[in-house]
């Protein structure tokens, strides 16, 4: 599904991924854990081919094709999808036209306005969320639950094959995090092809979508790969003692 | 039909074949000498007119019709492309002027028998010409600038409206304005008398094909609202890209009356439009929302202006201008707040958006306060479409041709949330279009 290899990115001066290698073959889930400024989020904006990251050298490649060279919007059509970090809002725009020409975008002939109001509205539903949320402009007045809220609205909405998770958790409170997380599981079901990058500080995400695979990136790069249990082993011994201990074990 | 330069004679000749009553001749030619005397606008767009070289008046035919099955079948014709002759039914009444003469009127008979009045100025000149006497010329004097003095030398058609006391329309009315030949000059002359505890929403829509030379539109519009009256003028000139569109709007607000002017200006070559609220009666209140979309080198120059006389007074503008591809939009608006008006609040609140590093936007506020008991709020931005929410919707799929577009038009969401459903659809069209 989407793989890097030797992925080196700068921003300015400053180099933000090392050789940087992940592959996330389909169906699968993937978190990744790091303490912050390692370059998580970088990674997931850079896979959305943010214009202010420079890729030095190596590749990012879905479904078997380079696409370092992709804009963003042509690679949201192909399939990835970030619900961000931070959601910001934009005035004026409302949530279900923006949503509206997001589906269009991705489709030969427009969606019929009666079908998308229905879909839309029982997506709200399912998420717990308020039905003006979609009338109004797009996060403007939302909280920061409601605004993670709306990401997840779009993944039911646009069906990606891709799905970052950027700290999702954060925002959310623990009712509205299992509602959110149900939704997504329940979207995996249905499509079990689609694969996951979570990204995260804390492993509390991770008892409601369990990952197959779990990384911990430190300073740009990769340096312990485990299973779901790597999460609570960093949750016990933190990221510097997970690493130093993982670093011994090598060297014995 | 067709009389070009201005001089004395050629006015005398409107007059005629107007069959005009010897004290709007008086005006005239008062209009024409105090024009000769008065300079350009030293501020504002720089453009070239030779007013020897505009056409004054043209005319095929002098009849109002109030059946589009008597206008000649190519007027009609067009008209019917602008979706003007479908609009009809969105509205209790439509007027529609063609070159120099309003060519159609037509208004529900409720209306008419509710004493509404809604013609063309000359009629009402000649059908009511107490009451035209006693407003017109009266809130927009010819001495205020060179086209005001234009435009009462050579005013032809424009609308006028009586709304009787204690009278609400539903629906809008509404007035169209077409400009068809090159070097055509369009001097329509509007008055709108919304009397005591009435309420009225006036549309005014415009348009021009293209031509290489310019043509100008220098109208006046003078509006009397009530007491416990309300109007609202909705505009959205679409005029192209050569025309010179110099007009002057100015309402007298009485007391408790309220005066909108919701105010698009997305074509023409050069626009000075400042429309204003003179709040003459206590609590009367005004309120100007104005977009400004200035692109390949069109220069937007326009804002309001708010009078504040009565006590405990509000004013409220709301400015919005887009610029790209050379265009420069300016705000240049004036409050002024006279010592009269006591607990008295205004707001001004103007907002640039740049599309581009060839464009720009400047804007010349002037904030006069008399009085220690009132105040003046005055709030400006200067951005460009942000990065990050570009990223974020095209990170969901829309191209970036399209995430700009929804960007700009969340931008003038002020404006267009006040319009009537049918004009946001075809503002949305024509921004789409234009930028």
């Not at chain 1, 979609?134 to 799905?163: C, D, M, Y």
């Not at chain 2, 009225?200 to 009530?226: K, M, N, R, W």
């Not at chain 2, 698009?264 to 009666?281: D, Q, V």
């Not at chain 2, 095209?394 to 009537?420: C, N, Q």
Request: hydrophobic share 35%; glycine share 6%; net charge negative.
């Amino acid at each position: 599904m989407l793989k890097t290899e030797n992925l080196n990115v700068t921003v300015g001066d400053k180099k933000i991924l090392n050789n940087f290698n992940i592959d996330i073959k389909d169906g699968e889930i993937h978190a990744i854990m790091g303490p912050n400024g390692t370059g998580k989020s970088t990674l997931s904006k850079v896979i959305m081919g943010n214009k202010n990251y420079n890729i030095e050298s190596g590749n990012i490649i879905f479904d078997g094709e380079v696409i370092n060279d992709l804009s963003t919007d042509e690679r949201a059509r192909r399939g990835l999808f970030i619900s961000m970090q931070n959601p910001i809002s934009i005035e004026g725009v409302q949530n279900s036209e923006f949503l509206k020409t997001a589906i269009n975008a991705r489709r030969e002939s427009p969606v019929g306005l009666y079908e998308f109001m229905k879909t839309i509205k029982c997506a709200a539903e399912e998420l717990d969320m308020k039905e003006e949320m979609i009338h109004r402009a797009i996060n403007v007045g939302a909280s920061g639950g409601e605004r993670k809220k709306n990401e997840v609205l779009q993944i039911k909405l646009l069906k990606p094959s891709f799905i970052i998770l950027d700290e999702l958790d954060s925002g959310l409170d623990i009712d509205s995090l299992k509602t959110v997380c149900e939704n997504i599981n329940s979207y995996l079901k249905e499509n079990p092809s689609t694969s996951v990058l979570i990204i995260t500080h804390y492993p509390r995400i991770l008892e409601y979508i369990k990952p197959h695979f779990v990384h911990m990136m430190i300073c740009g790069k990769i340096v312990k790969t485990g299973d779901y249990n790597l999460a609570f082993d960093i949750e016990k011994n933190g990221y510097s003692d997970t690493f130093t201990i993982s670093e011994n074990e090598k060297n014995e | 039909m067709e009389i070009i330069g201005l001089t004395k004679e050629n006015i005398e000749k409107i007059s005629q074949i107007k069959h005009e009553e010897q004290w709007i001749l008086d005006y005239r030619l008062k209009c024409f000498e105090l024009f000769k005397t008065i300079d350009m606008p030293s501020y504002g767009p720089k453009y070239d007119l030779d007013f020897d070289k505009v056409i004054y008046y043209k005319n095929d035919d002098n009849k109002i019709n109030s059946n589009w099955n008597n206008v000649s079948e190519d007027v009609k014709k067009e008209f019917e492309c602008l979706g003007v002759i479908d609009s009809e039914k969105y509205l209790d009444g439509i007027g529609v002027q063609y070159e120099s003469e309003v060519i159609y009127h037509n208004m529900l008979e409720e209306l008419v028998k509710k004493n509404v009045i809604f013609t063309s100025i000359e009629m009402a000149m000649k059908k009511y010409p107490d009451l035209v006497k006693k407003y017109f010329s009266k809130i927009v004097s010819p001495t205020d600038n060179k086209f005001t003095a234009l435009n009462g030398a050579v005013f032809s058609g424009g609308s006028f409206i009586y709304i009787p006391p204690n009278t609400t329309l539903d629906r809008p009315l509404q007035s169209y304005f077409r400009i068809n030949s090159r070097g055509m000059g369009q001097f329509e002359r509007t008055l709108i008398v919304v009397d005591d505890n009435s309420h009225l929403h006036y549309v005014e829509g415009c348009t021009a094909p293209t031509y290489s030379d310019s043509s100008l539109h220098a109208a006046v519009v003078e509006i009397y609202v009530g007491k416990n009256s309300s109007c609202r003028y909705t505009t959205i000139q679409n005029w192209a890209t050569n025309v010179l569109n110099l007009v002057t709007k100015r309402a007298l607000v009485e007391e408790n009356g309220v005066m909108e002017w919701i105010d698009g200006n997305i074509g023409s070559r050069a626009t000075m439009k400042y429309p204003a609220c003179i709040l003459k009666g206590d609590n009367s209140s005004g309120t100007c929302v104005t977009i400004s979309v200035a692109t390949k080198e069109q220069q937007q120059d326009s804002g309001a202006r708010m009078i504040h006389i009565g006590k405990n007074t509000k004013s409220n503008i709301i400015s919005k201008s887009i610029s790209r591809f050379v265009g420069n939009a300016t705000y240049r608006g004036k409050v002024e707040i006279k010592e009269s008006a006591i607990n008295s609040k205004a707001i001004v609140k103007c907002d640039s958006l740049i599309l581009d590093k060839d464009s720009k936007s400047d804007a010349y506020p002037t904030n006069i306060c008399r009085t220690s008991l009132s105040n003046i709020e005055h709030e400006a931005t200067v951005s460009r479409i942000n990065e990050d929410n570009l990223f974020y919707l095209m990170s969901k799929g829309l191209t970036e041709e399209k995430a700009t577009e929804l960007i700009v038009l969340g931008f003038i969401e002020k404006f267009r949330e006040e319009l009537p459903m049918e004009y946001a659809v075809e503002l949305n069209q024509l921004l789409k279009r234009n930028l």
